[in-house]
Nanobody, 124 residues
């Protein structure tokens, strides 16, 4: 059974940092692109970042330069380091697995598995 367990969310002030982690199990982690999507209250799912099997990365323009995605294939773990957080980053963040042939352009919907999500609230 594929499982993606996200953790690390919480309440942080604007300008602060958080580190999200995703523990993957039930599949060969190194063989898949993985990433993060988010959903703010009352809005649709938005792509955040994706890391491919070769380590190449993509970021939404809204988070570029502030967020860093990384993966540890030995530990089956995906990480999102979020710095300089803004109130508009407030959302439930989900880790996602992307099947072969999927693209960054459609990363907000083209995943085949998504974890349960972790809430990030940026507020003073």
């Amino acid at each position: 059974e594929v499982q993606l367990q996200a953790s690390g969310g919480g309440l942080v002030q604007p300008g602060g940092s958080l580190r999200l982690s995703c523990a993957a199990s039930g599949f060969t982690f190194s063989g898949y692109a993985v990433g993060w999507v988010r959903q703010a209250p009352g809005k649709g799912v938005e792509r955040v970042s994706r890391i491919n099997t070769d380590g190449s990365t993509s970021y939404a323009d809204s988070v570029k330069g502030r967020f860093t995605i990384s993966r540890d294939n030995a530990k089956n773990t995906l990480t999102l380091q979020m710095d300089s957080l803004k109130p508009e980053d407030t959302a439930v963040y989900y880790c996602a697995r992307y099947p072969y042939g999927s693209t960054w352009r459609l990363a907000s919907t083209q995943y085949d598995y998504r974890g349960q999500g972790t809430l990030v609230t940026v507020s003073s």
